[in-house]
């Protein structure tokens, strides 16, 4: 290691700061209908976030008020069949899942499914993911509308409002697995009532 990239403190006390918690959803009743308005409005995935914000509302919340054909409430159990469709029909997917401290993103197919007891585990040679089934307690697909066409992802939430993940097709020239993906979520189970 070059001592240019070493820490000029070497003690060996580390502070953290502790974990905010998650925010639950938030929802501006008097704003749902501009919410609906703006959102068809998106060219790109990444303006929602700000769109949300704007409007005094987070994620959850803003999937929670649009609804269809927005968002799409579905089974906490349809995660689970949305990993064991993808890895049966070797559809690539761009995965995200996040901690305080960093993002991980895979892209390409899933291979190697382990379930064991509540876990939920990918255990594939560049990728690991071990998701807590019974952690999940929302599930979404959403539709944003891009430059490229409509973006569909599947989120999970935690019983606090966290988002756990994101998945999407992976829209690459050549290899547009977006319709495939779009297929699979399609005959995920809807949360009915």
Known sequence: ?????????????????TRMRAEPAKI??????????EWKRLTDTHQFLRLVSKLKMNRLGAYRAAGLPFARKLTPDSIVALLGALQRTETEIMLFVGNEGCIQIHSGPLSTLKPMGPWQNVMDPRFNLHLRQDEVAEVWTVEKPTQRGM?????????????????????????DSRPAFRAIVADLSEVTA
């Not at 290691?1 to 700061?17: G, H, K, P």
């Not at 992802?153 to 020239?173: N, R, T, Y």
């Open 1 to 17: 290691m070059t001592r240019s990239l070493a820490s000029d403190d070497q003690s060996q006390d580390a502070v953290f700061d």
């Open 28 to 37: 501006a009743k008097d704003k749902i209908d501009i919410l609906r308005s």
């Open 151 to 175: 973006a569909t992802s599947v989120e999970a939430f935690d019983a606090h409002g966290a988002l756990i993940m994101q998945i999407f097709g992976v829209p690459k020239e050549g290899r």
